[in-house]
């Protein structure tokens, strides 16, 4: 069994915790959802986001790389939203939340030395 770097399974365990409290807003602001669309999209971000913290969990090191673009672009699109965010408080404070939670995330993820990366799971795949 390779070994795994406990950062590999802190980040993953942070991307399910993101997971729970983008579900609990989406419960709490519930009417966003009456589209078909909305639902679906909803299932497709769920589905993905178990499947990141899978890899991450699996210790996967281009992750981090990944992450990081992801982590930057999604800190963008919340600094373009601010007035919107500003009026729907709930999205607001969910949406810094997991920003900030995959800050720490990407933080952790190129926190693990070099040397602990398996064959399989190598930074030149």
């Known amino acids: 069994m390779s070994y795994t770097h406990p950062n590999y399974i802190k980040a993953s365990n942070i991307t399910l915790a993101s997971i ?9 602001n519930h009417n966003k959802l009456i589209s078909t669309h909305n639902i679906g999209a909803a299932i497709f971000m769920l589905i993905m986001l178990l499947l ?16 990081l673009v992801i982590t930057l ?4 699109a ?12 709930l999205a607001g404070i969910v949406e810094i ?22 064959d399989n799971r190598s930074e030149s795949q």
């Open 20 to 28: 729970l409290i983008g579900a609990v807003a989406i419960f709490f």
């Open 52 to 67: 990141l913290a899978f890899l991450i969990r699996m210790g996967y090191a281009w992750m981090k790389y990944f992450l």
């Open 73 to 76: 672009l999604g800190t963008l």
């Open 78 to 89: 919340v600094l373009k939203h601010v007035p919107d965010l500003i009026n729907n408080t």
């Open 97 to 118: 939340i997991q920003t900030l939670l995959q800050i720490w995330i990407v933080i952790l993820l190129f926190q693990v030395p070099k040397q602990t990366i398996t």
